[in-house]
């Protein structure tokens, strides 16, 4: 042997023992690195979406790499594999393990859902009826979890109220005035993967046989008062103001109201056409209940003090806002109690009933004003009042 040979023999053998080292040696397992699924947003796929595997291994090499969906193997090429909605609708995983030439192996998983399906509403049937002067209390179950839906109804657009998973409620005021027949409901949501719907169903509004009668005697001071048009008007754009129309969907009610004056006989029910000793005529956008001057009257449900003076006609009046578009009055009072920006719970006694303003005899004026329009306030206080029926729910329309 010559010592060139020698040499490269010995180079040769030192090289082999060095690759072995280097192949027993290689501790380290390949690199599954991100794919599609990784930056995801909401991990929704929607459509068909590929995704690649990649594996690296810088030492020996990648052996073999295997995949699973949802424990089922799946085959995949060098361009990887396809998700789509043959998948089936919801949560699923993909899992990859990769091993390298002497062994080691890698595992990664992904988890996404396939979300190919817009969401569908199936409205309580009692909320696709509704009378003149009454609160509309619509209540939908959605197929699917949605961040938000949207209810039209007559010119107005409101958020609904989550009340639980896939509940949404929305109490809506049907004025007084609004020519009954048949309206749309259209109601309209995405999902969190930008499925989107929008569903459109007839709600019947009927119309109220709103009383007539009693002529109510005025005195002098309160003719002169009603005279005072611009005074009149005044008082009648603070208190809309009061009651605003926002319904903000964030703030909840829980459960019917409770009465506010105790014992006491309603007198005259809302929406009653009275005449006046002056000739007028005008609708009651209230509930009249007969009791004893000094009489407690109580919150019915808690909220904020907007409004608390003594108005024309309606003499020492007080405006509570509840949230959520609803809003509560309380006219006549012999003495208020609270002041606006006081905060107060149901059941706390704010004024007591009297006979001020245009009033013939103690009595407590009790209106309720939902998103602006003044509605039955008797309608809020009926038991399992804001509580949908199980049985209730129809089909999506
Ligand atoms: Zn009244």
């Known amino acids: 042997m010559t010592s060139g040979t020698k040499i490269a023999a010995t180079v040769g053998l030192v090289l082999g023992l060095a690759l072995a080292g280097w192949w027993f040696t290689d501790g380290t397992a390949p690199v599954i690195a991100d794919n599609e699924l990784s930056s995801l947003p909401g991990s929704f796929v929607v459509g068909d979406l590929r995704v690649a595997i990649p594996v690296t291994d810088d030492r020996t090499g990648v052996g073999s790499v295997t995949a699973t969906i949802d424990g089922e ?14 998948l089936g609708e919801g949560p699923h995983v993909l899992e990859a393990v990769a091993r390298d030439r002497r062994g080691n192996e890698s ?15 199936r409205p ?30 007559v ?4 958020l609904m109220e989550s009340t639980g998973p896939l509940r949404w409620r929305l109490h809506l005021g049907i004025s007084a005035e609004l020519e009954p027949g048949l309206k749309t409901l259209t109601l309209s949501a995405q999902d969190e993967a930008g499925n989107a719907a929008v569903g459109s169903v007839d709600v019947v509004i009927e119309e109220t046989a709103f009383p007539r009668g009693g002529m109510i005697n005025l005195s002098p001071a309160q003719i002169e008062a009603r005279k005072n048009r611009p005074g009149v008007e005044e008082a009648a754009r603070r208190r809309r103001e009061a009651f605003g129309t926002e319904i903000d969907p964030s703030i909840t009610w829980t459960g019917p109201f409770e009465m506010p004056v105790q014992d006491a006989i309603m007198t005259s029910p809302f929406g009653k056409v009275r005449d006046y000793s002056d000739g007028g005529v005008s609708r009651h956008l209230g509930t009249d209940y007969a009791a004893p001057r000094g009489t407690p009257v109580a919150a019915p449900d808690g909220g904020v003090v907007v409004l ?9 009046v007080i405006i ?8 509560s009055s309380y006219n006549h009072l012999s003495e208020m109690l609270v002041e606006p920006g006081d905060v ?25 004003h939902v998103g602006g329009f003044a509605v039955a306030a008797e309608q809020w206080i009926e038991p399992g009042w804001g509580t949908p029926r199980e049985d209730d729910f129809g089909a999506a329309p």
């Open 73 to 86: 193997a799946v085959d995949f090429s060098d361009q990887g594999l396809t998700l789509g909605p043959s």
């Open 107 to 121: 595992r990664r998983s992904w988890s996404f859902i396939t979300d190919n399906v817009a969401p569908t509403f």
């Open 124 to 153: 309580a049937r009692s909320s696709l009826r509704g009378a003149q002067g009454r609160t509309l209390l619509l209540f939908v179950e959605t197929s699917e979890p949605v961040p938000a839906l949207t209810a039209q109804f």
């Open 155 to 158: 010119g107005t657009s409101n």
């Open 308 to 316: 608390a003076e003594e108005m024309s006609i309606y003499g020492l």
């Open 320 to 327: 509570l806002k509840h949230g959520a578009g609803l809003a």
């Open 344 to 368: 107060v719970e149901r059941g706390d006694i704010i004024g007591k009933v009297g006979s001020t303003g245009q009033s013939t005899g103690p009595h407590l004026h009790w209106g309720m």
